[in-house]
Nanobody
Framework: QVQLVESGGGLVQAGGSLRLSCAVTGRTFTSYVMGWFRQAPGKEREFVAHITWNVGSPSYADSLKGRFTISRDKDKNTVYLQMNSLKPEDTAVYYC????????????WGQGTQVTVSS
């Protein structure tokens, strides 16, 4: 059974940093893309970043480039999202997800981790 388990969320002051982790169990994701999404209260879920599991090629939402960094550790089967210079508008539930490289739909989702940035 595939599981994506996020951790690392919490409360941080504006300007601070957090690193989210997504532990992947149940299968190997060689041909997959691992993504991070977020959903703020009253808003639709939005794309944050993704990375190809095999090559490690990242892609980011334009508005987050330069502040967020996605990475993956194959040995630990974990995907990370390093978030710097956090702003109150980054407050959201952050979700880890996975999809096949040639598909657009994400098949697997984690339960989410709350990130709250205080001003």
């Amino acid at each position: 059974q595939v599981q994506l388990v996020e951790s690392g969320g919490g409360l941080v002051q504006a300007g601070g940093s957090l690193r989210l982790s997504c532990a992947v169990t149940g299968r190997t994701f060689t041909s997959y893309v691992m993504g991070w999404f977020r959903q703020a209260p009253g808003k639709e879920r939005e794309f944050v970043a993704h990375i190809t599991w095999n090559v490690g090629s990242p892609s980011y939402a334009d508005s987050l480039k330069g502040r967020f960094t996605i990475s993956r550790d194959k040995d630990k089967n974990t995907v990370y999202l390093q978030m710097n210079s956090l702003k109150p508008e980054d407050t959201a539930v952050y979700y880890c997800a996975a999809r096949l490289l040639l598909r657009r739909k994400y098949n697997y989702w984690g339960q989410g981790t709350q990130v709250t940035v205080s001003s």
